[in-house]
């Protein structure tokens, strides 16, 4: 089966930089994936990591473990509009199936 | 005009009653998914098509039945509608070909059994 663990809110201010942390159990593993969702809105995909190692677009950014497990999502100069949840997915090894983490709720304070 | 869309997007039902989400795509994927989101939970994979001939489970089928109608259509039904399944529905879809690491989602339809 899947499990998939990640913080359940996180509190930062503008400006800051933020890393929400994903530790996943998977009985075969293809990437992780981050998906952003604003209160009332679909999620919407953010970045993949099939290999290990860091990946960049813009102020966001995704980190893979693939020895560890484990990965995160780190936001930088932060903005109110970051006010989401994000999810962690893991992509299975059939790269078929997508299993999501509960999500973490990301607050960004003035 | 979205590339996925989800009707209804609203629809409060009583329990006992069949209740049929659909789901219409015009990105040319060929794999479509029902996910269920309830809060603390995340998304559960409920079940997913790769083609018209193509049906699996997910996670928590039990309780749901899937039609795949045509490539761009994908409809998820509850025969017997119970409280516990009320809970907000996304249809996503994703492609075989490069980029199948991405999903997308329609708005999501709130469903509500009394």
């Known amino acids: 089966g899947q499990s998939l663990e990640q913080p359940s809110e996180v509190t930062a201010v503008e400006g800051a930089i933020v890393q929400i942390n994903c530790t996943y159990q998977?009985?075969?593993?293809?990437?992780l994936s981050w998906y952003q969702q604003h209160d009332g809105g679909a999620p919407t995909f953010l970045s993949y990591n099939a290999l290990d190692g860091l990946e960049e677009t813009g102020r966001f950014s995704s980190f893979l473990s693939r020895s560890d497990s484990y990965g995160y999502l780190l936001l930088q100069e932060l903005q109110m509009k970051d006010s989401a949840s994000y999810f962690c997915?893991?992509?299975?090894?059939?790269?078929?199936?997508?299993?999501f983490g509960s999500g973490t709720k990301l607050n960004v304070k003035p | 005009d979205a590339d996925v869309t989800q009707t209804p997007r609203n629809r409060i039902t009583k329990t006992g009653k069949r209740i049929m989400l659909e789901c219409s795509q015009t990105k040319g994927h060929d794999r479509m998914y029902w996910y269920r989101q309830d809060p603390g939970l995340g998304l559960r994979l409920i079940y997913y098509?790769?083609?018209?001939?193509?049906?699996n489970k997910g996670e928590i089928s039990d309780g749901y039945s899937v039609s795949r109608q045509a490539q761009a259509k994908f409809s998820l039904s509850l025969e017997s509608a119970i409280p516990n399944q009320t809970a907000l529905y996304f249809c996503?879809?994703?492609?075989?070909?490069?980029?199948?690491?991405?999903?997308?989602f329609g708005a999501g339809s709130r469903l509500t059994v009394l």
């Open positions: 098509s790769f083609d018209v001939k193509d049906i």
């Open positions: 998977t009985s075969g593993f293809y990437g």
């Open positions: 997915a893991v992509r299975d090894n059939n790269f078929n199936k997508f299993y």
């Open positions: 996503a879809t994703s492609t075989g070909r490069s980029g199948a690491n991405v999903l997308t």
